[in-house]
């Protein structure tokens, strides 16, 4: 798993970059916002108590916060994300 980190913001959880992972599976729990375009590669996502969601190239995706679930990297992933804060995170 790589990422690099364009932008992170010095006065709340606002950060921008460009992460990329090997195939795997693993839980996502993660307590900020995200939105993410894939840039290329394939995965499915599935949140706690739904449809799995098939991800590729050209996809994006908006992350609620406290959003749960498990990822399944089948192609090696790349994708271009901005990490949004929560009133927790942001100190509000």
Same mark, same amino acid.
């Given at each position: 798993m790589r990422s690099k980190v364009a +932008?992170? !913001?010095? *006065?709340?959880? /606002?950060? *921008?970059g460009v992460?990329?992972? !090997?195939? &795997?599976?693993?839980r996502r729990q993660v307590v900020e916002a995200e939105f993410c375009t894939?840039? !290329?590669g394939r995965c499915t +996502? /599935?949140?706690? &108590?739904?449809? !799995?969601?098939v991800l590729e190239a050209g996809d994006s995706?908006? +992350? #609620?916060? #406290?959003t749960n679930g498990e990822w399944n990297i089948r192609e090696t992933i790349r994708k271009a994300y901005v990490i949004l804060p929560t009133p927790t995170s942001a100190g509000v």
């Open positions: +932008f992170k !913001s010095s *006065v709340d959880a /606002t950060n *921008v992460w990329e992972c !090997s195939p &795997g599976k693993w894939i840039l !290329s +996502f /599935t949140p706690e &108590g739904a449809q !799995s969601i995706i908006y +992350f #609620h916060p #406290h």
